[in-house]
């Protein structure tokens, strides 16, 4: 296409040339058509200005995404959430070690009989002393915890479920970073397309004005004209370039910066799953997928919410033991100021209206689960049914426009060697020229969809390990 490019602009020159020259003259040499292309000069010819930032590589973007992303980082945070709950529940099945002490002043005082070691009775103030003292150091360990070992399975569950989403988001996040380098590629063609037709815009607008010198009512009309195409040339390169300085900004935004980021020219489209950093493998099954994965087990989670509060009516046992210090040893069980007792506990609670709603609102919860997993299979489904059409159609759409293109070039050719021979009027020569255009950019813009169509029917089938 680069061939093409750079001769037909030339070929109009000297078509216009050749058809603008008296015939006494056309024996003359021909200008140069380099030349006449070179010495076109106009300040929107200038390239775009260049990216703050530019990537250098796949793997450059998916680190700096993976790093800076919030929707990745607030996936991590619920991870971390979520075993930190799993740590909790793990709380109710450990050892729980405490120590209490108390110390007692008796305000009001009896009188009460002493026993004396010789046997000799006295009178004196009881309780005696009046201030007492006791230091307890209890261990209570489950034994029987049925609720307590089920919750904890449940909470281990929820961070598979919460691992999962997390590797959903990645999957997305990197599917929006490849689509917003695509776009910044295909934005960069198309203002090169539109850069070249306001060159070539230009060359036939100066041909126009210095035939248009010689006289003649048809060669105004042919400058007229020429103007009307520069002017379409013209809107059609700031819209190009305002599409590029957004395409940069929004793969900026992806990588989590406020400034415009570029592609560097070498990177590849292909190379995005040649490195083995990407921590990525293709599917088998779409009900694979994490986010499949994950609504699978939230329905677990829930339906296991579901019969948790029916295991808080079962019996619970624990083994408890108590070493105890009182400061009166006249007070203590053994007549001693330490003392150590060793027991279980039961409970068993066999009615709370309270857990009985929470088990009915957990059934909602449940159901909800179930219909949103129904939903996201239908949507994963869709997504690879419609993914793979989409591939199949930009391929049909391509070659469309790869027959289209090469019609409207050699309609454009042979306009301009009808013009040359005073065949067709400059109106017929300019609308080819207009259709050569558009069909140019109409092909630029049709192989960047048939990429972002094979990218998407890849990454809907993606699984990733963020």
């Known amino acids: 296409m680069r061939s093409l490019r750079s001769s037909w602009p030339l070929a109009l020159v000297c078509a216009v040339l050749l058809a603008a020259t008296p015939r006494r003259a056309r024996a003359d040499p021909a200008p ?24 250098g590589s796949w793997i450059e973007g998916v680190h700096i995404v993976r790093s800076n992303s919030p ?3 607030t996936a991590l945070a619920r991870v971390e959430q979520a075993e930190g709950l799993s740590r909790k529940a793990l709380g109710a099945l450990l050892p729980s070690l405490s120590i209490t002490g108390t110390a007692t002043q008796h305000m009001l005082l009896g009188l009460g009989t002493a026993f004396l070691a010789s046997g000799v009775e006295q009178g004196t103030t009881i309780p005696q002393p009046p201030l007492g003292a006791t230091v307890n150091l209890g261990l209570a360990l489950p034994i029987i915890a049925p609720r307590a070992w089920f919750d904890r399975a449940t909470a281990s569950r929820v961070v598979e479920s919460v691992h999962a989403a997390g590797a959903n988001i990645d999957r997305i996040t990197l599917a929006t970073l490849a689509d917003a380098i695509v776009t910044v590629v295909m934005a960069e063609r198309l203002t090169e397309i539109s850069r070249l037709s306001l060159r070539s815009a230009l060359a036939v607008l100066d041909i126009s004005n210095r035939s248009a010198q010689l006289g003649g009512h048809t060669m105004k009309l042919d400058v ?16 190009t370039n305002e599409g590029l300085l957004r395409a940069r900004e929004a793969l900026g935004t992806v990588l989590g910066d406020a400034s415009g980021w570029g592609v560097a020219p070498g990177l590849k489209v292909d190379g995005l799953f ?7 493998h293709v599917l088998g099954d779409v009900r694979a997928r994490a986010d499949l994965q994950s609504a699978k087990l939230d329905v677990e989670v829930a339906e296991r919410n579901v019969r948790s509060p029916l295991y808080a009516f079962t019996p619970k046992i624990h083994a408890v033991s108590t070493l105890g210090y009182v400061s009166n040893a006249l007070a203590s069980p053994n007549g001693r100021h330490l003392s150590w007792t060793v027991g279980a506990l039961l409970t068993w609670e066999l009615f709370d209206g309270v857990r009985l709603g929470e088990r009915a609102a957990n059934k909602g919860t449940y159901h909800a689960a179930q219909e949103s997993l129904r939903e996201t299979t239908r949507r994963g489904q869709l997504e690879v049914t419609q993914s793979r059409r989409a591939v199949e159609a930009a391929s049909s759409n391509l070659e469309v426009s790869r027959s289209s293109r090469g019609a409207a070039a050699e309609a454009a050719h042979l306009s301009r060697v009808a013009f040359a021979g005073g065949l067709i009027t400059s109106l017929e020569l300019t609308d080819a020229t207009r259709r050569w255009r558009e069909s140019e950019l109409s092909f630029a813009v049709k192989e960047f969809e048939l990429v972002r169509a094979r990218l998407t029917a890849l990454f809907v089938m993606l699984g990733c390990d963020p």
């Not at 020429?226 to 819209?239: D, G, H, K, P, Y």
């Not at 040649?274 to 990525?280: I, L, T, V």
């Open 32 to 55: 140069d058509p380099d030349a006449l292309l070179k010495a076109v000069n106009d300040p929107m010819l200038g390239p775009p200005p260049s990216p703050v930032k530019v990537l």
């Open 224 to 239: 007229l004209r020429a103007e009307q195409e520069v002017s379409i040339a013209r809107t059609q390169l700031l819209q």
């Open 274 to 280: 040649s490195e083995k950093e990407m921590a990525c």
């Open 71 to 73: 929707n990745i980082r």
